[in-house]
């Protein structure tokens, strides 16, 4: 099962990055770091500037407006090689918080989500429209945000560098990094290179705590000077899906956002910065 046991570096981390995202649900915060090791860590600002330097700089980064990304998504289930299901996951984005996502299974089923920066809806193949649950609501509406972790101040409520350790040999820093609905995350930061390679947290599921971890491999630049993962994985209980990009386009023009009828605003208030 070679797909599950190397699924990234950022995902074997074990019981170091689990105990944080599993810490980050409760009401109480994280224990402090010890003082001489506080001193030792590099700041999460210097973490995230070094990312977005190494992806391609700010200026590069912030000049791209709109893009557009087809990819191949893959499932997989029970630890096995061979995925359960393989469809066409296609993305088209517009700064700040515009998005319309779609997952083609041939000849099975049609799915388009969208963001319009003020409310999230999804319309199944044959199906009306529905507005998004708050939970799906709070992810797209931070997925949407065209910049994310380079626009780090304004992304995350918080950021705190919290560790350090080794991870399949590579040195990778650890940012408990927390979303302004309160959500919490730890993303891992490769001391080599400076590139985010994972993200670790805790999603609430039908009423359950179940721990996600996922990792971004691959940077490469698709033509406009910027880095993007190409392989994306994520593993959560005994499923896993895993995203190949096959093209990132920029510089596209994004589709016209028509919202259905009965799809009003939704309160947004609690996922962003005031």
């Given amino acids: 099962m070679k797909k599950w046991t190397t699924i990234g570096q950022a995902l074997l981390l074990g019981v170091a990055m689990t105990g944080q995202a599993a810490m980050a649900q409760d009401d109480a915060p994280a224990e402090p770091a ?3 090791q506080e001193q030792e860590l590099p700041s ?11 992806i391609g700089g700010k200026e590069k980064v912030f000049a791209i407006k709109t893009r557009s990304f087809a990819a191949t998504l893959k499932f997989y289930q029970g630890g096995n090689e061979d995925p359960v299901q393989t469809g066409i996951l296609r993305v088209y984005a517009e700064a700040p918080d515009h998005l319309i996502q779609e997952i083609i299974f041939p000849g099975v089923s049609t799915t388009k989500k969208y963001f319009d920066g003020e409310a999230g ?49 590579k040195q990778i820093y650890l940012v408990q990094v927390e979303h302004f609905s309160g959500r ?17 947290g805790v999603r609430n599921i039908q009423g359950q705590q179940v721990e996600y971890r996922r990792s971004y491999e691959d940077y490469t630049d698709f033509g406009a000077g910027v880095l993007y993962a190409k392989n994306i994985r994520e593993a959560m209980g005994n499923t896993m899906f895993e995203i190949v990009m096959n093209s990132i386009e920029t510089g596209i023009d994004f589709p016209e956002l028509e919202r259905p009828e009965g799809i009003e605003d939704a309160d947004l208030s609690g996922f962003r910065k005031e």
């Fill in 184 to 200: 919490q995350e730890v993303l891992a930061f490769d001391d080599e290179t400076g590139l985010i390679i994972g993200v670790a």
């Fill in 34 to 36: 010890a003082a001489d």
């Fill in 44 to 54: 999460a600002e210097s973490l995230f500037d070094r990312h977005i330097e190494a």
């Fill in 121 to 169: 809806w999804t319309i199944e193949q044959g199906k009306a429209p529905v507005a998004m649950e708050p939970e799906e609501l709070e992810r797209f509406a931070v997925g949407a945000r065209f910049y994310t972790e380079a626009d780090y101040a304004n992304h995350y409520k918080s950021y705190k560098t919290i560790n350090q350790q080794d991870a399949n040999g």
